[in-house]
């Protein structure tokens, strides 16, 4: 079955604390990228990579950041979460990341 | 000033009415626009896209682009329960922008 899986899918966890969030697909896809989804301010873009070793800032990169070493695994790291980074993470992936993402079940994750 | 702008709603009609989203964006070099939709504790889904500007129908849904207003729109005719869910609207240049998204509720 076609998919982007993420793990884990609920954490809890303290200031200052180094977390990873893993994302890994099984479509061969090029394009994959992190999303933080917030009310009020809907889904917003972390990073993006368009293949392995090659990454980029979206919207809001601050306070987070990524690897590529693999086409199918797509990591977010989370080297010093601070309460501000509380939020709904989802990772998608798509063949040439124009229009058509696939999207992993989210991450929610909670910074006390 | 938001790349691409929703409607935030939250918008609630009977079943059966047609259903009108609506979203405007800023750059006039985005090329395709798109419609997500997700139902709740979900990950989105496209819904539909449009290359640069015109119309496209699935069925009961009909997406809209007006490149020369900066326009995007999804109507959805004869609207059932199951169709209750957030939609996001997007657009794509050298990354995805999302608008907020519409929460919209399909009263039995």
């Known amino acids: 079955e076609a998919q982007v899986t993420q793990n884990p899918r609920y954490l809890i966890t303290v200031t200052g604390k180094k977390l990873t969030v893993t994302c890994s697909q099984n479509?061969?896809?090029?394009?994959m990228s992190w999303y933080r989804q917030d009310p009020g301010l809907g889904l917003r873009q972390i990073y993006y990579s368009m293949n392995v070793e090659v990454t980029d800032k979206g919207d809001v990169p601050e306070g987070y950041k990524v690897s590529r070493k693999e086409k199918r695994n797509f990591p977010l790291i989370l080297e010093s979460p601070s309460p501000n980074q509380t939020s709904l993470y989802f990772c998608a992936s798509s063949w040439d990341g124009k229009y058509e993402q696939y999207f992993g079940p989210g991450t929610r994750l909670t910074v006390t | 000033q938001k790349e691409v702008e929703q409607d935030p709603g939250p918008l609630s009609v009977p079943e059966g009415a047609i259903v009108s989203l609506n979203c405007t964006y800023s750059n006039s070099a985005f090329q395709y626009f798109m419609w997500y939709r997700q139902y709740s504790r979900k990950g989105p889904e496209l819904l539909m896209y449009?290359?640069?500007?015109g119309n496209k129908e699935d069925g009961r849904f009909t997406a809209q682009v007006d490149k020369s207003s900066k326009y995007i729109s999804l109507f959805i005719r004869d609207s059932q329960p199951s169709d209750s869910a957030t939609y996001l609207c997007?657009?794509?240049?050298?990354?995805?922008?999302f608008g907020t998204g519409t929460s919209l509720t399909v009263i039995p």
């Open positions: 479509m061969n896809h090029e394009y």
């Open positions: 449009t290359y640069s500007s």
């Open positions: 997007a657009a794509t240049g050298n990354q995805f922008y």
